[in-house]
């Protein structure tokens, strides 16, 4: 069935509509008619069965019916810190870890990330990241959007509010360490927030990891397979799920 | 440093010879010259530093060095086989696939499958998709270079050779299974070989699932979000990366 977000709280049984993007892609993607069955999700992560009641070009009206009790987040909040990276690779890393469950995104710039966004095109850039996050969360069946945002750098990174940070270091993994991402993640409890930060193709360089365990991120590797930017956080956000969601 | 595959074995202390697209990316991409050192792998998938002691046009002469003590491949193979995919995302599941440890492809025709491969052009896409698995085992250092096959379908499938076989199945995820996957991580022991099946986008038949059941196939949940037929492979290989790598 397919799912659409609303960005208001509702309840069962009240009627709510839906507008914009979806309620075009409702009538003229899956053509769908009165009394047709939906799922809605609601500004509160709450996931309902909808039925149409009413359509016109703009507007599509839905009745609430009882609640999904399928919930499809991770249980703890996981937000994706990438070096910018070029358009495709970064709407990958959107795409992917959107429907692997990331809550969050945050793009910053490093010394060895060679991709730039433009100050002038990091507004269009956001828009174009914000709407591959909804289709991803939309297609995923996930209960809430993942944000999407860039900050200057490193030094705003480690402000950045968590109850845990890592940072994917090659070096790491290429000492054979293989016990810290499994022993963050089981520290990590229900609903807390983990920050995982990803370096460019060339790596961060030591001095940033330096900066970033200063503030408490902690150096994991990723198995011992040498990943592209763009994986890693893939690799991460699969690992979590098995270690957090597969009992 | 950058890694090379030759397709013979040999020894510590002995002269290797690196030609085709390996030889020109070393003289061309790279720009190497004499002395320079490279990582080469021979056919026993074991890996050497290299000091490369002379370059034409087509054939690079490498002398083997002291191996390299770092193996990069999961403990137990890991085959993925994958319904008929478009060309994009098929060079996706290939290329991620590699990096995250696969040790081959098998693609399949399926019931609900919508891509073709036409006959004609099947010997076209192998090469291609060979020449992907090589750059990416190359790119993630990895010690064996992943085969890539066409099956002609699910009764064939069945037949492959294998320790364990899964098949990830939409239904056990949304029936809330999440046991069988780590379940049967745990059983494969090292060397021995896991086949791992996935279906097209609108899924695999449940015929077909009971064809692969009745084959000895698990069927597994890979968690609660809905993944893309290309994501699904890459969280299975990241999954089993993490319950056999990181400890």
Tied chains: 1, 2.
Excluded at 96 to 118: H, N, P, V
Excluded at 144 to 157: D, K, W
């Amino acid at each position: 069935m397919q799912r659409y977000f609303i960005d208001q709280t509702a309840a069962a049984g009240e009627q709510v509509e839906i507008t914009g993007t979806s309620a075009h892609h409702i009538q003229r993607v899956m053509r769908a008619q009165v009394a047709d069955q939906i799922e809605v999700v609601t500004a509160a992560h709450q996931a309902y069965y909808g039925t149409i009641e009413n359509l016109t070009p703009t507007k599509v009206a839905v009745r609430l019916g009882t609640t999904l009790l399928t919930n499809t987040e991770l249980p703890s909040q996981v937000v994706i810190a990438c070096s910018i990276a070029k358009k495709d690779k970064a709407d990958w890393i959107v795409q992917k870890g959107t429907e692997l469950g990331a809550s969050g995104f945050i793009f910053f710039a490093s010394q060895y990330g060679i991709a730039k966004w433009e100050p002038q095109r990091q507004d269009k850039k956001l828009v174009r990241l914000r709407k591959i996050a909804l289709e991803a969360a939309r297609q995923a069946h996930r209960n809430l959007i993942p944000s999407v945002t860039i900050i200057s750098g490193l030094a705003a990174l480690t402000k950045v509010v968590k109850d845990y940070g890592i940072v994917a270091y090659e070096e790491s993994a290429k000492q054979g360490e293989t016990a810290a991402l499994v022993a963050t993640a089981q520290q990590v409890q229900a609903q807390q927030k983990l920050v995982a930060v990803f370096g460019p193709e060339g790596g961060l360089a030591p001095a940033e990891v330096a900066q970033l365990q200063a503030a408490n991120f902690v150096a994991v590797g990723l198995g011992p397979r040498i990943l592209r930017a763009e994986t890693a956080p893939l690799y991460l956000l699969s690992a979590l799920s098995t270690l957090w969601e597969l009992r």
